[in-house]
């Protein structure tokens, strides 16, 4: 089980209304049913991740997200989740304000393009950095924004949402106990954020 799921999962209420964004093959809905009963709902656009889906038994639809959510009324779901998709739609900004829209509370969680190690590697290699947040080529990655942990922060500030909580994803135990929030961006591979209007 993934520390991010884990995270994801402790920040969701119990019975909730859930909405995950790019919920890929359903692994975290199906978690958040079954571990916090959750009335789930999902949305990806391949279609093979959708089959996957359905071979659980969860409701989900194909969409893009890219077109936002106008079939979803205001406030219609508790907590809106965005897991490791931010960095691949074409008007993040916009997708944002979509999901605050739908949802009192959104979970944001992206690859933290800021971490050392990803510094690093294009300080000695000068070639496009992988990790095991990053595995893909430069020339097949669908990742099609390169953010860090504050990148975020700023374009919240601009655009007047309210972090509620930013979560750090350390690697190590200690990091988590002796570096301060605002080091995350440095030490931290993945960006983990709650987010309010």
């Known amino acids: ?9 402790d920040c969701v209420p119990e019975g909730s209304r859930v909405l995950d964004l790019g919920c890929g ?20 656009n391949q279609f093979s991740n959708i089959q ?30 965005l897991s490791f998709t931010l960095q691949e739609v074409m008007d993040p900004v916009y997708l944002l304000k979509e999901m605050l829209r739908v949802g009192k509370q ?8 800021g ?6 590697q294009y300080l000695l290699s000068g070639n ?14 669908p990742n ?8 975020f922060k700023d374009l919240c500030k601009e655009e007047s949402i309210q972090i509620q909580k930013e979560l750090p994803l350390f690697n190590a135990p200690f990091l988590r106990k002796f570096f301060p929030k605002r080091l995350t961006n440095l030490f931290s591979q993945k960006g983990v954020f709650l987010l309010t209007k």
């Open 52 to 81: 996957h889906c359905v071979a659980r038994g969860l409701s989900v639809y194909q969409g893009n997200l890219n077109e936002g959510l106008q079939e979803f009324r205001p406030h219609s779901f508790d907590i809106v989740i």
């Open 128 to 141: 496009t950095p992988k990790s095991n947040s990053l595995p893909y080529e430069w020339y097949n990655t």
């Open 25 to 44: 093959d359903g692994s975290l809905l199906q978690r958040l049913i079954e571990e916090k009963r959750v009335t789930g709902y999902g949305v990806d």
């Open 144 to 151: 099609i924004r390169v953010l860090t942990i504050q990148d």
């Open 115 to 120: 971490f050392w190690q990803i510094r690093l």
């Open 106 to 113: 959104v979970i944001v969680t992206f690859p933290n393009f």
């Open 1 to 9: 089980m993934s520390i991010t799921q884990n995270i994801i999962i």
